[in-house]
């Protein structure tokens, strides 16, 4: 199929909020993937033309039947859907996600035009279509006489302004999408009225095989964080399992675990015991896998919070392989097992010079909860584990071989565990000696022999791939440009490039800003350093005159200190988008004070002064400081927050250490320097953030796959 040729049939059903909900998609969807074409299929579902049965008695699958079938004939390629309509289970062979377009999640009691609640009669007639929304206006309105309503939107509004009703019950999200606000009468608060999953939210459906469609999911999910809690005691849960339980959405967690490990996630997160003791429990390990999967499609961060470390006799693999099945990404952080506690921790070593070279570890139950044999023949079929092994790979292989295992037996070395340039390199026991270049011998490697070195994790259906970021942002930065990375399935690599440091020459001029009428603001160093300034020298933020920033992003950081800004530019950030703004809120007679690095020039206070006529005194409050490197790191992509970062970059090892990276810009200033220095294909965000920077990748890189699938054959 060529180019020109492909076209994706987007289904939705007919109704006008079905279809501007089905736009707004295509629109988002043109915007990642432009060269092909998207057309909208509308398609009938019983409650399309079922107008009889009443909602609270109908089947799940009222609204979606029709558009599933269309979808596994391959009559269309997608579909959307409101989210709260799609049925539990999904049909065999349907995939989906929630999309981020997300609208009012409360309900909205409507009522006639130009009447409010007062004026309801003792005993309205209301129409509800839910049991949640019948019982809801059971206990507001005893007296009610409560009537099934059908139709779309505009059919209901018709039969409540035409007097059949009273008052209707409705998503306040399908009013604000149609363009009705006015029509809200009432948001109904949720401790009133529990919203349902879903509403508000947009779903996409496709056929569980569509690879490009998954592919296109990956930017709406997240990766799954499996994470060990550690043996007992929360001290023992690594900081990376930590930082996952605090930025989580949802947690799915086992008994045995200290109770405090979750006082780390946020009170907005869903926290959910799924344990097991000694085969009781609470949730089967089919429910268990069916609830993570569910999560991650709603584009949740799920957390899977397993005792001890979560690879060790943690049924891991039953709940990854699940993932993998579905195109769902996930990642694996190590833990601490309850072996470590037992051994390590009470002086029991494993291994003891001279005493232990190593040791065997299994577990006497199987699978059924019957006891599996643990005599010596079980033990010599277990897979075994070589520590500083690979300077001797051909000893260990000769003697296993000679020993009697078989030569075809897998083998695998693993350089770097755990670290961004780790290494797998697998081939038969026979050959792995030869397979492992000679440079790589000197480097920790750890061989493994058996069935476990055939297998390994899919790293392939999340946006980034499981890409390494290198990202040179400042200290400031990097946790939400780590997150950011995480978020879509990267490998971040921390490289901060500068520091910023106080001038005392600057900070002589702070105490003038009360007499200013302006402060000018331009990037978010800038924003914090002022504040550690001002805290430092004990000046009150409060007595801050009008602030001017230069974008959303700096906005935000600002914002961050609890002070919020007086002007932001409507479009676009940096200086120019500033003096614009500058043009439209100062005058002649101004007192501005513009704080800056020593590297940002005093361009934008001398434009100010020029061509606005106000007293301006520009400020050098901090100078960068270029940190010292002798190599640049292993990774696929440089991520860039400022021009002075580049021209560390350039001064640590040459602008030609970028050719065969990806790189990535914050905004137009960064990537202008880049091209100064020679490197013309650079990303760049449309919002100066880390956060906007790191999406506007993982958009390019789906994109740029999309765009190879289509432009050959679907």
């Known amino acids: 199929m060529t180019k020109s040729s492909t076209v994706f049939r987007v289904g939705t059903r007919p109704s006008e909020l079905a279809r501007i909900q089905t736009a707004q998609v295509v629109n988002e969807f043109k915007r990642l993937v432009p060269h092909v074409r998207w057309e909208i299929e509308p398609v009938c579902s019983p409650g399309d033309r079922d107008r009889e049965t009443d909602l609270r008695a109908s089947p799940q699958d009222f609204f979606t039947r029709d558009l599933d079938e269309a979808l596994l004939a391959g009559r269309i390629d997608c579909a959307v859907h409101s989210a709260k309509d799609l049925p539990d289970p999904m049909p065999e062979g349907v995939e989906w996600c929630w999309l981020p377009l997300a609208a009012e999640p409360r309900d909205a009691m409507v009522l006639p035009k130009g009447k409010d609640v007062a004026q309801l009669p003792e005993n309205p007639r209301i129409g509800v279509s839910s049991e949640r929304r019948e019982a809801w206006a059971v206990r507001c309105f005893p007296g009610a006489r409560l009537d099934a309503i059908r139709g779309n939107i505009e059919e209901r509004l018709n039969q409540l302004d035409n007097g059949a009703y009273d008052a209707i019950v409705m998503a306040a999200a399908a009013l604000y999408r149609l363009g009705y606000p006015h029509r809200v009468t009432q948001l109904i608060p949720e401790n009133e009225l529990e919203v349902p ?39 023992f849960c690594t900081q990376a399992g930590v930082q996952a339980l605090r930025y989580c959405d949802t947690v799915l967690h086992d008994s045995l675990l200290d109770p405090a490990l979750l006082q780390e996630v946020p009170q907005s997160a869903e926290v959910v015991d799924v344990g097991k003791r000694c085969g009781n429990a609470a949730f089967r390990q089919a429910e268990i896998t069916r609830m993570i999967g569910e999560e991650a499609r709603r584009g949740r961060r799920v957390v899977r919070l397993k005792g001890g470390d979560p690879g060790i006799f943690g049924r891991l693999a039953e709940e990854t392989e699940r993932l993998e099945k579905c195109g769902l990404p996930f990642r694996v952080m190590p833990g601490v097992s309850s072996l470590n506690a037992a051994t390590s921790g009470t002086g029991m070593l494993l291994t003891r010079r001279g005493v232990s070279r190593g040791f065997t570890a299994m577990t006497p139950r199987q699978k059924g909860g019957g006891i599996a044999p643990v005599n010596g023949k079980a033990r010599s079929e277990l897979p075994v584990a070589f520590l500083m092994s690979a300077k001797v790979l051909d000893e260990i292989s000769r003697q296993l071989l000679d020993d009697g295992m078989a030569r075809s037996t897998p083998a695998a070395v693993v350089f770097n565990a755990g670290m961004p340039g780790e290494q797998i390199y697998r081939e038969s026991l026979e050959q792995i000696a030869e397979a492992i270049p000679v440079e790589q011998v000197d480097q920790p490697g750890i061989f493994l022999v058996g069935e476990l070195a055939r297998r390994t994790f899919c790293r392939e259906n999340g946006a980034l791939q499981n890409r390494r970021i290198c990202l040179t942002c400042s200290e400031a930065l990097q946790m939400r440009a780590r997150r950011t990375v995480l978020d879509y399935d990267g490998i971040p690599i921390g490289h901060c490039l500068i520091d910023t440091v106080i001038r005392e020459e600057g900070l002589a001029y702070l105490g003038g800003l009360k007499s200013c009428d302006w402060l000018v603001v331009t990037s978010p160093s800038a924003v914090r350093c002022l504040m550690n300034a001002l805290s430092e020298a004990g000046e009150d933020v409060r007595a801050l005159p009008k602030i001017l920033v230069s974008g959303t992003g700096t906005q935000r950081e600002l914002e961050k200190y609890g002070v919020f800004p007086d002007a932001v530019p409507e479009e676009g950030f940096g200086g120019d988008a500033a003096l614009e703004k500058a043009r439209s809120v100062m005058c002649a007679d101004s007192h501005v004070m513009r704080i800056r690095s020593d590297r940002a020039g005093p361009r934008l206070a001398e434009d100010i002064r020029k061509q606005l006529g106000a007293a301006v005194t520009d400020v050098t409050l901090y100078r960068t400081a270029i940190r010292e490197y002798e190599t640049p790191p292993n990774c696929e992509a440089v991520f860039f927050a400022s021009s002075s970062a580049v021209e560390a970059w350039r001064e640590n090892y040459g602008m030609n250490r970028l050719h065969d990276k990806d790189v990535i810009a914050i905004g137009a200033p960064t990537a202008r320097t880049l091209k100064q220095e020679g490197v013309d294909a650079v990303i760049v965000a449309e919002e100066a953030t880390a956060g906007d920077a790191i999406r506007t990748y993982a958009e390019h890189l789906v994109s740029a796959n999309l765009y190879a699938k289509t432009t050959t054959s679907r």
């Open 197 to 235: 999953p879903g509403q508000g939210r947009l779903a996409l459906t496709f056929a569980s095989d569509d690879a490009t469609f998954l592919r296109l999911r990956s930017l709406y999910v997240k990766p799954v964080m499996f994470t060990g809690a550690g043996p007992g005691d929360s001290g």
